[in-house]
């Protein structure tokens, strides 16, 4: 008998610099909700970064909670990530 894979997971963050003190999770899901968050990010060229150890504490908090400070490093490394690639376009 196969394993199966564990439903893939998404978690969609925003940052509005003038209203926002840290980034905050807008989206999230499993499955087929998870799916959706990520084919709404490729349909508007938004970048995707795949972290599954992130991911695990992201799916822990609610929608429009802010992420905790724990996680500003790691959040600011993947933000700067998407800032790269949006300046090369």
Same mark, same amino acid.
């Given at each position: ?7 893939? !997971?998404? %978690? ?6 003038? !209203?926002? *003190? /840290?980034?905050? %999770?807008?989206?999230?899901? *499993?499955? =087929?909700?998870? @799916?959706? #968050?990520?084919? =709404?990010? &490729? ?6 970064? @795949?972290? *599954? %150890?992130? #991911?695990?504490?992201?799916? /822990?908090?609610? #929608?429009? @909670?802010? #992420? ?5 490093? %790691?959040? &600011? @490394? ?8 949006? *300046? !090369?376009?």
């Amino acid at each position: 008998m196969k394993e199966q894979d564990p439903p893939a !997971r998404a %978690v969609a963050l925003s940052y509005d610099q003038d !209203r926002d *003190q /840290a980034p905050v %999770v807008v989206a999230k899901g *499993q499955g =087929l909700i998870a @799916e959706r #968050i990520k084919a =709404l990010a &490729a349909e508007h060229n938004i970048p995707v970064q @795949e972290n *599954q %150890v992130l #991911i695990k504490y992201l799916m /822990a908090l609610q #929608i429009y @909670e802010e #992420i905790p400070p724990e996680l500003y490093q %790691v959040v &600011a @490394e993947i933000l700067a990530f998407i800032y790269r690639i949006d *300046q !090369r376009y």
